[in-house]
């Protein structure tokens, strides 16, 4: 098991810590709605995934 040798200082660490960071998440264009959505996700507004749907939208329900 490693131990460490000698204490780790605070600056140290919490610059470290300070190195991680939230990032944005990629989003394309679904080419059917025209909407952005994640990319490789079923788009949330009209249900399409690689062209073909996949899931049921609310909004096509009340149709």
């Known amino acids: 098991m490693a131990v460490p040798k000698r204490k780790v200082s ?8 300070a190195n991680w960071k939230a990032t944005a998440p990629t989003l394309v264009e679904c080419p059917q709605c025209h909407e952005y959505k994640r990319a490789h996700a079923v ?6 995934y690689d062209g073909e749907k996949k899931i049921a939208v609310k909004s096509d329900e009340k149709k």
């Open 43 to 48: 788009c949330d507004s009209c249900g399409y």
């Open 10 to 17: 605070k600056a140290k660490g919490r610059s470290r810590i």
